[in-house]
């Protein structure tokens, strides 16, 4: 895969609050168009706000990702700034076995007991076979012990209480869920 087509610039809202993770070609696009600005970044103390043909004249340094073009490098920002966007937008967690896992603390919700990792799985409250869907309103963290008991039966046919409904997490703001999976330096002021 091209270095263009990566997620790996950080974007920052006008506030300099991390918002999302984007691509050297995405990022190019914004700064051309005044959309963004490059942060020209030595260290974790000098960041300097840079602007498209500003940065088209920066020297690339050998620590730098750059691509070529006709006029030569150009090296790529590892973090931008909206011009105009100062909103931190809000999401909520995917939909996964770690996420549930953490959405019931760890705990049976038909026993309320903690497991631990490799003792639970995820029960469909309703099953899938009687049409239950695969949300977190219809998914709760069981005991596998209890999750076999029940088997395709609903929580009443089998006997079961659950410890609480299951509901969907609160949305968080997006810094929250934002990771820093190529271990990028210049990022881990953001993302603190």
């Not at 959309?35 to 706000?49: N, Q, R, Y």
């Not at 050998?62 to 490098?73: K, P, V, W």
């Not at 019931?104 to 990792?117: A, H, I, K, N």
């Not at 299951?166 to 999976?181: G, I, Q, R, S």
């Amino acid at each position: 895969m091209s270095i263009l087509n990566q997620n790996i610039v950080l974007v920052l809202n006008r506030n300099w609050q991390a918002i999302n993770i984007k691509t050297p070609a995405d990022i190019f696009c914004q700064m051309a168009t005044d959309v963004a600005t490059a942060l020209d970044i030595k260290g974790s103390d000098w960041m300097v706000p840079t602007k498209w043909d500003d940065w088209m004249r920066l020297p690339v340094r050998e620590e730098d990702l750059s691509i070529g073009t006709a006029h030569g490098l150009i090296r790529v920002p590892t973090v931008v700034v909206l011009s105009r966007f100062s909103r931190v937008p809000m999401k909520r967690p995917k939909f996964n076995a770690r996420n549930l896992w953490a959405r019931d603390g760890g705990r049976c919700q038909y026993t309320g007991r903690e497991l631990r990792p490799g003792e639970g799985n995820i029960d469909h409250v309703i099953p899938r076979s009687r049409g239950g869907t695969t949300s977190w309103e219809n998914c709760v963290l069981s005991a596998r012990e209890v999750n076999n008991r029940k088997a395709n039966r609903t929580p009443e046919e089998a006997g079961l209480v659950l410890k609480k409904i299951p509901t969907a997490p609160p949305e968080l703001p997006v810094t929250m869920l934002l990771k820093n999976v190529h271990a990028i330096p210049d990022w881990e002021p953001f993302l603190k």
